[in-house]
């Protein structure tokens, strides 16, 4: 099916609508600044001989900039800021000005090691970064249709086909996203290079083998080792010739989670033998979700673009191998992925300890990339069931209700002290929660021949074409996530005969339909049952609903979706939640905060599951539903969604709580 692109979507939401709006400019703005403040827009200026100093931030600096340009590009189509949009223009002059006239543009070399290139593709993320550039050439097309930035990322691209088309294992990403962005291109321009030059890099991964991957790991880390020397000798250097001009800025340190024993070790392992960069098997013997997180989710997605770009569908089933693996054993219930600090990387299954968990801001983007394209791929309603849990709960937990405070790591559990900060060491999260935010009327409606869908019930509207050219207007009015009405108004220019799907999300047992006042009778199809997942949630209890209809102007379909608090009790094997639950409500996770609960101890108390009432609280954060329950020795609780933890003073919290029983999944209306 297709996917009706963001900018053809207009948003109308009373949850989102305020957030895109804030995204557009008070986190971009907070955002530049930060970049601008940590040295990574500096980097472009020296790279461009506009100034003298050295370079500054991690080997991936580069990427942080493109994301930020990513994310105001597509905020510029309906967001019109202009301090936001003079930082674009300005940053634009400076990309093009660093880009050298092959089309290179890596700023760390650049800088640090002038005319060395390609050298170490597994640790540093050359292509990464040129990948995002890419990208965000793109979205800057698509919203001004100008050339400029486009020009600069195609040399770039052209480049890379030059460099590595025709070579082997060796000369693949340690860091996947180039090959989103060529595909990404490819569909934009046709040109086939790109798509070789995506689908080189994507089925060549994992050629090497274990032992000669690290063979040649063992000499890409001591190439990189001799190089942080380097570094670091230039750095003492500077700064004893220009005492005036150094001033470091030291930013805070971003996974902050417990470490648990054998850390580091098993990410020296993985590191070693490819499992860390998905390099340890070709993508189609990968049969399991392993290594850093964020890559793997990216390594799905541009799989699934593929599929989707070239029909090749005998690389489906190990795809659907490995996401039936994360979610059947390797998510948290916050939708969160990657148990391992350190690694930031998946651990064995039901390895999913709350505390310590790991749950990048970015591995939820990347997830919520992978369910969309698979949700491009199959008319199966877990994708988009899936997107929505990841939205909601893990992904949205990453920025703070000032849009200015971020997480990077996302527990579930928070006893040691883990607060939002407004910008990291690795600042990769803040930047691509903007992207995709600004994208995400693009994520609601796809279509395919006579048939619509509509995935996520977010207020919105557009117009679609039917394949015999007559235009309809669709426009979904919504009370997510705190109620579970949806209008959705049909309005054809003639009668037409088509079919609207709308998604029954996993979190609703009942549901009633009603076209244009009249009950509308439908057959559930029969719901697979699969095993217990290792959080409780399953989304692939989520099923379409095939409306076929005549449809006339001003035709109107009203969901009443039923949103009863759910207890999710964890597989019995993720040892660190025995005889604990966790808590949704709609498409929301709940959590106990220690502001809410003064005089109790989150960490212990025991909930009576019988006891949990959903309330409207106008006064908290703008207004949120908590649940209001007590323990089993009567002490007061109360409930808040876990995406708005840790926006107040005390952060102690926990998204599972003692349950006096023990059943399975409990409902409660
Ligand atoms: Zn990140």
Not at 492 to 518: K, M, Q, Y
């Amino acid at each position: 099916m297709q996917a009706v692109h963001f900018q053809r979507v207009t948003l109308d939401d009373a949850f989102w609508s305020p957030r895109l709006q804030l995204s557009a400019s008070t986190a971009l703005l907070h955002q530049w600044r930060q970049l601008e403040t940590s040295g990574c827009i500096t980097n472009f200026r020296l790279a461009a001989g506009l100034t003298q100093g050295l370079h500054s931030g991690w080997f991936f600096a580069d990427s942080d900039a493109y994301k930020w340009l990513d994310a105001a590009a597509r905020f510029s189509f309906a967001y019109t800021f202009s301090a936001v949009d003079n930082h674009m223009q300005q940053l634009i002059l400076l990309i093009e000005s660093a880009q050298t006239p092959d089309g290179y543009l890596y700023t760390y070399n650049q800088l640090l090691f002038p005319g060395s290139r390609w050298q170490n593709l597994q640790i540093e993320h050359e292509l990464y970064c040129h990948g995002h550039l890419i990208e965000a050439a793109i979205a800057h097309f698509e919203a001004t249709k100008t050339e400029p930035l486009l020009q600069v990322a195609t040399r770039a691209a052209d480049l890379v086909c030059e460099t590595f088309l025709g070579k082997g294992a060796a000369f693949t990403p340690g860091h996947e996203e180039i090959e989103i962005a060529l595909l990404r291109l490819y569909q934009l321009s046709g040109q086939a290079h790109y798509l070789e030059m995506a689908t080189q890099f994507l089925e060549q991964r994992g050629g090497l083998g274990p032992i000669r991957f690290a063979m040649h790991m063992l000499r890409e880390n001591a190439r990189v080792n001799r190089r942080t020397k380097i570094r670091e000798q230039q750095n003492s250097n500077f700064q004893r010739e220009h005492p005036a001009q150094h001033s470091e800025t030291i930013l805070p340190k971003t996974n902050q989670a417990i470490i648990p024993r054998w850390s580091r070790e098993r990410f020296l392992l993985g590191g070693l033998f490819g499992t860390y960069f998905q390099q340890h098997a070709p993508i189609r013997h990968q049969s399991e979700a392993v290594g850093h997180a964020v890559r793997f989710t990216y390594l799905q997605t541009a799989i699934a673009m593929l599929i989707h770009l070239t029909g090749d569908y005998s690389l489906i089933p190990s795809l659907v191998t490995r996401w039936k693996d994360v979610i059947s054993k390797k998510s948290y219930i916050s939708g969160g992925i990657g148990s391992l600090p350190i690694s930031e990387a998946f651990g064995r299954a039901y390895e999913l300890d709350p505390a310590s968990a790991y749950a990048e801001t970015c591995a939820a983007l990347g997830s919520m990339f992978w369910n969309w394209e698979m949700t491009l791929l199959e008319p199966d309603a877990a994708y988009a069931d899936q997107f929505e849990h990841l939205l909601y709960n893990a992904a949205l937990v990453g920025i703070g209700q000032d849009m200015t405070r971020y997480l990077y790591n996302n527990p579930l559990q928070n006893n040691n002290g883990l607060h939002r900060e407004p910008w990291f060491e690795i600042p990769c999260c803040p930047s691509n929660l903007a992207r995709t935010w600004a994208a995400l009327p693009g994520y609601i409606y796809t279509h395919k021949d006579e048939t619509l869908w509509i995935h996520q019930f977010i207020g919105s509207s557009f117009e679609h074409r039917l394949p015999s050219g007559q235009a309809v207007g669709i426009k979904v009015e919504s009370s997510l996530p705190w109620q579970g009405n949806v209008r959705i108004q049909v309005d054809p220019e003639n009668p037409a005969d088509f079919t609207l799907n709308v998604r029954i999300p996993s979190w609703c047992p009942h549901v009633s339909i009603t076209l244009n006042g009249r009950d509308y009778p439908f057959i559930s199809p029969a719901i697979m049952m699969n095993p217990p997942t290792a959080s409780g949630f399953d989304p692939r209890e989520a099923q379409y609903v095939a409306i076929q209809h005549t449809w006339q102007n001003g035709d109107v379909l009203q969901l009443d979706l039923s949103m009863p608090i759910i207890l999710h009790i964890p597989h019995p094997r993720v040892k660190s939640c025995r005889a604990k639950v966790a808590v949704t409500r709609g498409p929301l996770l709940y959590c106990l905060e220690a502001e809410d609960n003064p005089g109790v101890d989150i960490f212990e108390i025991v909930l009576n599951p019988n006891s949990l009432k959903a309330r409207f609280h106008a006064d908290l954060f703008g207004g949120v539903t908590v649940l209001d329950g007590h323990s089993t020795s009567g002490q007061a609780l109360t409930f808040i969604p876990y995406a708005w933890w840790a926006n107040r003073a005390d952060t102690r919290m926990t998204a599972y709580v003692g349950l006096g029983i023990s059943d399975q999944t409990i409902e409660k209306e």
